[in-house]
């Protein structure tokens, strides 16, 4: 398969060596080369999936709009805030998950054979369940970090409006106590802080008010977003001030809901990716004589991988709102005021998470944003998968998937 470069080349020279390393790391170059390559190609949509999920833009906004804003206000840059964090993120992720799975993989296949079980698809999807929850277990603080960067947005950028946020949710109370929060904050009065704890006590006159809370600890006021200061955080200074107000534990801030996401979307992710290509061989007959499998065409890996990413994406995506929202909790909103929400945790659990949602924004908030998925999921998944198995022939690594 090294044929794919050029004779005494660099390139040439290169693959022959890392054609004699061992097959995990083989299988890690692979899987973080693929990860990192369908991630960035992809980081506009992502930046504002994660701006939808957590409340940032009111529902119904224009995707296009909102890149158009982030761009003409935040600069091209803008677009890729938190990708650095993402790469940084998903080459180990990426790696981690590949190599996962083929080991978990051989030991699942060899366990059927021992036991006389049919061999199909269905230890894929074992497969892929359990190489997600290790890449996850071992790359999660990079992933909340990488979350928190793509949620911050610059003092003076106003990307939505909470009054207009608000009254979409249909509930006028809610309005008026979110008006009532932003006036204060907006004034900047010295009892901001009495203020916001009176209305606090007032749950009971004021039914909206505890979503309004909500979204003032980090999702979706106008004045909140504003006053998340003008600098541009950094990776490191994410980290440590996730670690300094929530302790080393809130790194793990929202794993819970991850693992619960992950478990069911990448092990239907390679069950339907690893079902389309078995019946593809089966009808086109394109095994060889050795028993092994040619590489797929280009347009059908892409497509393949494409159609898993969805179908996995839209049978899991409320745990992806769940594990957005536990993410950011708990960030900095008010660094110049006494209202200290960093410490503030407003789920404890991941059903918590799902219900308090799904009680105080309806069922569809669990899907917002899932159209943008739909649209980066298709070439990011797609290009993943296909990026991978082209690794794999060029690597001389066993090409079943």
């Known amino acids: 398969m090294g044929n794919d470069f050029p004779r005494n080349s660099a390139g040439e020279t290169i693959m022959q060596a890392l054609q004699g390393t061992p097959t995990f790391v083989r299988e890690l170059i692979a899987g973080g080369t693929a990860g990192g390559i369908a991630k960035t190609s992809i980081a506009p949509l992502e930046r504002v999936k994660i701006l939808f999920q957590t409340g940032q833009v009111e529902k119904g906004s224009s995707v296009w709009r909102i890149i158009y804003n982030i761009a003409s206000k935040e600069g091209l840059r803008g677009l890729f805030r938190g990708n650095s964090a993402t790469v940084t993120r998903i080459i180990p992720y990426s790696a981690f998950h590949f190599w996962a799975y083929e080991h978990f993989r051989r030991v699942f296949f060899a366990e059927a054979l021992a036991r006389g079980l049919q061999q ?18 071992l790359t999660y603080p990079l992933d909340l970090v990488r979350t928190r960067l793509a949620w911050h947005v610059p003092k003076g950028v106003k990307l939505s409006s909470t009054e207009e946020h608000a009254f979409a949710l249909g509930n006028t ?14 004034r900047g009065t010295d009892h901001t802080h009495n203020f916001f704890n009176s209305l606090r006590k007032e749950q009971t006159l004021h039914p909206g008010f505890r979503d309004v809370s909500r979204r003032c600890g980090g999702y979706s006021s106008r004045y909140c977003l504003q006053s998340s200061g003008s600098s ?6 994410t ?5 300094s107000h929530e302790g080393f534990r809130g790194l793990y801030s929202g794993i819970g809901a991850t693992l619960w996401g992950i478990l069911p979307y990448a092990g239907i992710k390679f069950y339907v990716y690893q079902s389309l290509k078995q019946q593809y061989r089966h009808l086109a007959l394109t095994e060889t004589s050795t028993g092994s499998t040619a590489r797929l065409p280009i ?9 898993s990413g969805l179908v996995g994406q839209t049978l899991t995506y409320p745990l992806d709102i769940v594990r957005r929202r536990m993410q950011v909790q708990g960030a900095e909103v008010y660094p110049r005021t006494n209202i200290e929400t960093s410490t503030t945790k407003l789920y404890r659990s991941t059903i918590d998470c799902l219900v308090g ?10 899907f917002r944003g899932l159209h943008i998925n739909y649209i980066k999921v298709v070439p990011s998944t797609a290009l993943g998968f296909m990026i991978y198995d082209y690794m794999k022939s060029v690597l001389l690594l066993s090409n079943h998937i």
């Open 120 to 137: 199909g698809p269905w230890l894929d999807l074992l497969a892929g369940s359990a190489a997600g929850a290790t890449a996850v277990t």
């Open 173 to 186: 109370k809610r309005a008026n106590c979110t008006e009532r929060v932003t006036r204060k904050l907006h």
């Open 232 to 237: 541009t955080p950094s990776m490191l200074g």
């Open 239 to 243: 980290a440590s001030k996730v670690i």
């Open 299 to 307: 347009p059908l890996m892409l497509t393949f991988g494409a159609v």
């Open 357 to 366: 949602i799904w009680r105080s924004e309806g069922p569809s908030a669990l």
